[in-house]
Nanobody, 126 residues
Framework: VQLQASGGGLVQAGGSLRLSCAAS????????GGWFRRAPGKEREFVAGINWSGGGTSYTDSVKGRFTISRDNAKNTVYLQMNNLKPEDTAVYYC????????????????????WGQGTLVTVSS
């Protein structure tokens, strides 16, 4: 199983980026997907998650109204659209897939996810 995260980069405050997480060796449509981030000197934190069907999502408070998680099951990919980026959004972003198939709820903790991508760096300048 491999999760390939991409789309990070350098952007000015107020700008936008879209992260992608493409899965191989796993039918992503059967698993909830999540995005986490680790800022310098901080613990990895939950950012957003989407359930296996795409009908349920969850966001950490600091990104609500600015970030949108979605999925394209035909492409086996989960996305994170990030708008109105702030310098405090600077971090390495990691995508993940749930430990089990068809989980009824989106997990907001790292222990709920069994598969991880390698991370993509997002840098927001002020």
């Amino acid at each position: 199983v491999q999760l390939q995260a991409s789309g990070g980069g350098l952007v000015q405050a107020g700008g936008s980026l879209r992260l992608s997480c493409a899965a191989s060796g796993l039918t992503f449509s059967n698993y909830a997907g999540g995005w986490f981030r680790r800022a310098p000197g901080k613990e990895r934190e939950f950012v957003a998650g989407i359930n296996w069907s795409g009908g349920g999502t969850s966001y950490t408070d600091s990104v609500k109204g600015r970030f949108t998680i979605s999925r394209d099951n035909a492409k086996n990919t989960v996305y994170l659209q990030m708008n109105n980026l702030k310098p405090e959004d600077t971090a390495v972003y990691y995508c993940a897939a749930d430990r089990g198939r068809w989980a009824p709820k989106v997990s907001v903790t790292t222990t709920g996810y069994g598969y991880w991508g390698q991370g993509t760096l997002v840098t927001v300048s002020s």
